[in-house]
């Protein structure tokens, strides 16, 4: 699962690394919570080349299907395994996929307080070891209600967790790499089922878990601070995780 993810990186490196025309001027988010607007990259159909371009959706997936948001559950995430058997995702995955753009996401882990008299959850900061942006695939739809407004609506597709992420949590966000992004987001010249090839768990050496404080599990938090390692980061090397 991914339920709170941050972007925090400069917009000219964030748009240098995806490839969008766009020059969109935003500030770095560090607690983006469902429902939020989210940023994310769509190519343009019919293009030579999948032109890429910035859009802003709502981060909570509503199928086309739908007559009234208020009875359907938030979709913020869709399982990479199930989803092309899925009357919600089908259309998406044939004609709206996106990539979400991240540079770090939040789990959360189950353990014993001190003095083991209480369970707590405990927050880690997910990211990629080289500081780089991460490209999360996602799906996205445009919802029309009844009276013709509008809304595009965007989900965050999931894989199983590597080894690194298994640490806190049975699920990860697919994290594509840029060599995966012209074959995710060309809708008009790649079928779904190659696409769906691309979604795999992330190699563990390419990521870090770093332990941070329970700051993050308010949303209105939203500052630098909610990063600051309460603990030395853990990765991989050698096949092995470094605890």
């Known amino acids: 699962m991914c339920g709170r993810y941050a972007i925090t990186l400069p917009p000219e490196a964030v748009r240098a690394y995806f490839g969008y025309r766009e020059t969109p001027n935003f500030p770095p988010r560090y607690n983006i919570a469902p429902t939020q607007p989210i940023p994310v990259v769509a190519a343009e159909p019919r293009s030579a080349g999948a032109v890429r371009h910035f859009q802003l959706m709502r981060w909570g997936f509503l199928p086309g299907f739908v007559k009234d948001p208020k009875g359907f559950p938030l979709i913020i995430n869709a399982r990479a395994e199930t989803m092309a058997d899925k ?3 089908r259309a998406a995955l044939q004609r709206r996929r996106c990539l979400v753009i991240a540079d770090g996401f939040y789990e959360w882990r189950k353990g014993a307080a001190p003095g083991g008299r209480r369970e707590v959850s405990r927050p880690f900061l997910i990211r990629r070891v080289s500081g780089e942006p991460m490209g999360l695939a996602g799906l996205y739809e445009t919802w029309c209600d009844p009276t013709g407004g509008e809304i595009d609506t ?8 590597n080894s690194l992420a298994a640490l806190v949590h049975d699920r990860m966000p697919a994290i594509l790499e840029p060599g ?6 060309d809708v008009d010249g790649v079928r779904a089922a190659r696409a769906l090839a ?6 563990d050496a390419a990521l870090e878990l ?3 404080g329970p700051a993050v599990n308010w949303v209105a938090n939203d500052d ?13 090397a050698g096949g092995e995780l470094l605890i």
Do not use: G, H, N
């Not at 995966?180 to 987001?185: E, K, M, R, T």
């Not at 691309?198 to 190699?203: E, G, N, S, W």
């Open 224 to 236: 630098v601070r909610l990063q600051q390692p309460i603990a030395a980061p853990i990765r991989a």
């Open 87 to 89: 009357p919600s995702y």
């Open 154 to 161: 965007a989900c965050i597709i999931t894989t199983p967790a």
């Open 180 to 185: 995966d992004f012209v074959p995710w987001l």
């Open 198 to 203: 691309v979604l795999k768990p992330a190699p």
């Open 210 to 212: 770093v332990e941070i």
